[in-house]
């Protein structure tokens, strides 16, 4: 079993480089070029066994995740992903365990063009803190606070499968691989949020539920909203698994999606559905903002409806 | 008890917020502005209680050390500290032990000009994860690989105290508080490491040991050295409670000082005297870089000495 410094040496030497990587790992810190008229987008996000992903995850699964929500964040700001750093806290020195989590971690900072910077490796309980660092053209960030009365609240893709899949989890029954593939699995949407700038008002990731996640943004914006439940987008397989009052709650209050939510003026809706499908990702309109504080829901028939209290906060998932 | 959202809004309150902090904590991600003409310096170290530091920290000295360990690093690059992230791992969500974190935390950031611009907090065993911004006039870091056959090695202040108190505690003996107090509140060296740019070859901190830390410096600069033992700075109450053979080793591989250890040539020797008394930090040349590799040790008998070899690895110190 090697030590630590072997450990190191096994991340420094399967992490990329991009030409604007003066010094990565090795040295005591990253030196890292920014281009002219830029600012720098940051954001961490730890995730801990047994609370962020089940402990069965496969090792691949949890590199994969551990940077994807990561990603989300970047994606959410309307940043282009540059550098990560990775400080991973593991029970033992286990070179078989950390290649299988390199895997999946390399695989998607690859696909985005992340390099791995900077590391450090621990012994305790599982767990990962994860730095990215993500480029935008200044003034050009896609903030929380610029939702404005009467714009379109808009998602990405579906909600709730990921939910769903922890669900069936924790029950113990029946339970569906595609519902579990995006619990594992999730897919950072930053091409999708560089698409948006310049045509979001607002922009959050799901990582909370559409509940919680929108309404960090009504609140940074000073504004209310009114969503229409029977918009919400579900997957088939989750309308499988689960009757529509259950879904509604998986996709409001369950949280783990990592699709995106942003507003934006009604008059810009034909360029989003545009911007969207260049990028073969499904766009919804699930909602408008008013101008009365707080969220209110509307359901098919009319009906009054509210999501189950327990729902709302979860200890484990929110990031400043 | 308050929820997460409470706690993080507990650390944004007190955050705080320099100019060329765009968007700071609140959105999904911090925005940053960086001068024309510098590079961004990065590191993350991770703490983890019962291995980084006793059980038994008071919470301030916890705070004091997750962010002194980091600002070493951009120490030793010679990076002029701005901006940090911290992930935090709480066991439950307890706002006075947050508080009382905070206050050591924020005491030095603000000592520093440090904006803390990004957070997390989730439920798990405590550790936190610390990733530091700093910025550096671009070429101008201090690296590892620039040691030359001939540079001096120099060391700040005094080596072994942390160790010293590290091997009190761990005795359950008489133990000094002021060797316990180098161990929580470790000093970094900032100012010592932006006085050094000119003038040192290569810089590193001392957070695993000299042998072990210098040996990265020499493995990165292709050389070797040789260390005078009896050169080795020690504090008078280092001196009190542990005899010479013994110093050596706390000093050798004890580890937890955060000094820097730099090289440079002798005709700098100077210079660098003159730069290290005008910011009162004692320093010392405690030895020679050599071209033949490894690491050598001169008593002042001019007896053999071998450092004990359990004392090399860490395998919860060490990052890259």
């Given at each position: 079993?090697?030590?630590?410094?072997a450990?190191?040496?096994?991340?420094?030497a399967r992490?990329?480089?991009?030409?604007?990587v003066v010094l990565?790992i090795g040295?005591?810190?990253?030196?890292?070029?920014?281009?002219?008229g830029?600012?720098l987008?940051?954001?961490c996000?730890?995730l801990?066994?047994?609370v962020?992903?089940?402990?069965?995850?496969?090792?691949?699964?949890?590199?994969?995740?551990?940077l994807?929500?990561?990603?989300?964040?970047?994606a959410?700001?309307?940043?282009?992903?540059?550098?990560?750093?990775?400080?991973?806290?593991?029970?033992?020195a286990?070179a078989?365990?950390?290649d299988?989590?390199?895997d999946?971690?390399?695989?998607?900072?690859d696909e985005h063009?992340?390099?791995?910077?900077?590391?450090?490796t621990?012994?305790?309980?599982?767990?990962?803190?994860?730095?990215?660092?993500?480029l935008?053209?200044a003034?050009?960030?896609?903030?929380?606070?610029?939702?404005?009365e009467?714009?379109?609240?808009?998602?990405t893709?579906t909600?709730?499968?990921?939910?769903?899949?922890?669900?069936?989890w924790?029950?113990r029954?029946?339970?569906?691989?595609?519902?579990?593939h995006?619990?594992?699995?999730?897919?950072?949407?930053?091409?999708?949020?560089l698409a948006?700038?310049?045509?979001?008002?607002?922009?959050?990731?799901?990582?909370?539920?559409?509940?919680?996640?929108?309404?960090?943004?009504?609140?940074?914006s000073?504004?209310?909203?009114?969503?229409e439940?029977?918009?919400?987008?579900?997957?088939?397989t989750l309308?499988d698994?689960f009757?529509?009052?259950?879904?509604w709650?998986?996709?409001?209050?369950?949280?783990?999606?990592?699709e995106?939510?942003?507003?934006?003026p009604?008059a810009?809706?034909?360029?989003i559905?545009?911007?969207?499908?260049?990028i073969d990702l499904?766009?919804?309109?699930?909602?408008q903002?008013e101008?009365?504080?707080g969220?209110?829901?509307?359901?098919?028939?009319g009906?009054?409806?509210?999501?189950?209290a327990?729902?709302?906060q979860?200890?484990?998932?929110?990031h400043?």
């Amino acid at each position: 079993m090697p030590g630590e410094f072997a450990l190191i040496e096994r991340i420094r030497a399967r992490a990329g480089r991009r030409d604007d990587v003066v010094l990565g790992i090795g040295d005591d810190a990253a030196v890292l070029a920014l281009p002219p008229g830029h600012e720098l987008v940051v954001s961490c996000d730890t995730l801990v066994a047994g609370v962020h992903f089940p402990d069965d995850t496969a090792p691949a699964d949890i590199g994969h995740k551990a940077l994807a929500v990561n990603l989300s964040d970047l994606a959410a700001m309307a940043a282009t992903p540059a550098w990560c750093t990775l400080a991973l806290t593991l029970p033992e020195a286990n070179a078989a365990w950390l290649d299988d989590f390199l895997d999946g971690f390399l695989a998607l900072a690859d696909e985005h063009g992340v390099s791995l910077v900077g590391g450090d490796t621990t012994r305790g309980p599982l767990s990962m803190s994860i730095t990215v660092h993500g480029l935008v053209p200044a003034g050009q960030a896609l903030r929380r606070d610029g939702a404005r009365e009467g714009d379109d609240i808009w998602v990405t893709g579906t909600l709730g499968d990921a939910a769903g899949g922890l669900a069936q989890w924790r029950a113990r029954g029946p339970a569906s691989a595609k519902l579990r593939h995006r619990l594992d699995r999730p897919t950072p949407r930053v091409q999708a949020g560089l698409a948006l700038r310049g045509l979001a008002t607002a922009g959050i990731d799901l990582s909370d539920g559409l509940a919680a996640d929108l309404g960090h943004v009504l609140a940074a914006s000073g504004v209310g909203a009114r969503l229409e439940l029977g918009r919400l987008p579900s997957s088939r397989t989750l309308a499988d698994h689960f009757d529509e009052a259950r879904r509604w709650t998986l996709q409001l209050t369950g949280g783990d999606d990592y699709e995106l939510c942003f507003t934006a003026p009604a008059a810009r809706a034909f360029e989003i559905e545009q911007a969207m499908a260049a990028i073969d990702l499904p766009v919804t309109v699930v909602g408008q903002v008013e101008a009365g504080a707080g969220l209110r829901f509307g359901t098919p028939d009319g009906d009054a409806w509210t999501p189950p209290a327990d729902g709302y906060q979860h200890f484990s998932g929110g990031h400043a």
